[in-house]
């Protein structure tokens, strides 16, 4: 059995010159974002973008939503993968980077496609279950501050329909989840996260070795 395929520079761009559907509003976008230095590694990979687009079409998904929007290049390439009529819910609380989201929502003519809330997420998440929303999405992805990943997780896990599919990002956060002198919050917040992940009997998991650590979640019917 083959071990897992190590990740080079060379190997990235090939995979980005291979299979990446680029344009020059996602371009530009990544672009205004790299000139946050501090800032950019928040952004999602390209080509995972693309794969939660995917995953939006595959799974037919007309009500998604998001926690944690950042610049909006996550929100504006699965709003593109949405149906007609469909719509994505998208949490932040900075109004400065959402900003720059929305400026690119409207020049990628999807900005009637996505609702964004701006207050602490958990707060929005219990709202959405309070205004009746549980089980009404078909899809959550879930890529924000790491501390609050369990609870993210089981608010989404009511709001997503049975059979529905959540994404959780930064699975292996940096690598940080194998090294024993990791004991930052941020850190044994995913590590408790992956394991509640494992043994949870509610729903069937994939953990992807891809970008920071990408783990699929179906919840069982």
């Known amino acids: 059995m083959a071990d897992q395929l ?7 761009q090939y995979i980005r010159q291979m299979s990446l ?7 530009d976008l990544r672009a205004e974002t790299a000139g946050m230095p501090m800032l950019q590694a928040m952004l999602v990979l390209p080509e995972e973008a693309q794969l939660l687009a995917l995953l939006v079409r595959l799974t037919g998904a ?13 929100s504006l390439c699965m709003a593109r993968a949405l149906p007609p009529g ?7 609380i900075s109004e400065r980077w959402t900003r720059i989201a929305a400026r690119y929502w409207q020049r990628a003519e999807v900005a009637d ?3 964004l809330r701006l207050a602490d997420a958990g707060e929005t998440l219990e709202r959405l279950v309070d205004q009746g929303g549980a089980g009404s999405f078909d899809m959550a992805f879930i890529d924000a501050d790491k501390a609050g990943y369990p609870r993210y997780y089981e608010q ?5 329909r049975p059979g529905g599919l959540l994404v959780l990002d930064n ?3 940096f690598g940080k989840v194998v090294d024993p002198a990791a004991q930052d919050p941020d850190t044994l917040a995913i590590r408790e996260l992956n394991t509640r992940l494992r043994d949870d009997d509610r729903v069937e998991i994939s953990m992807l070795a891809v970008a920071d650590g990408l783990t699929l979640v179906h919840k069982k019917p």
Request: proline letters at 0%; one cysteine or more; hydrophobic letters at 35%.
């Open 6 to 12: 190590g990740s080079t520079e060379e190997l990235q």
């Open 21 to 27: 559907r680029d344009d020059d509003v996602l371009r």
């Open 62 to 74: 007309s009500k998604v939503l998001e926690v944690g929007t950042f610049t909006g290049y996550s």
């Open 86 to 92: 469909g719509t994505l819910v998208t949490c932040d």
């Open 113 to 115: 496609r996505i609702d």
């Open 156 to 160: 989404c896990l009511t709001l997503v």
């Open 171 to 173: 699975t292996l956060f």
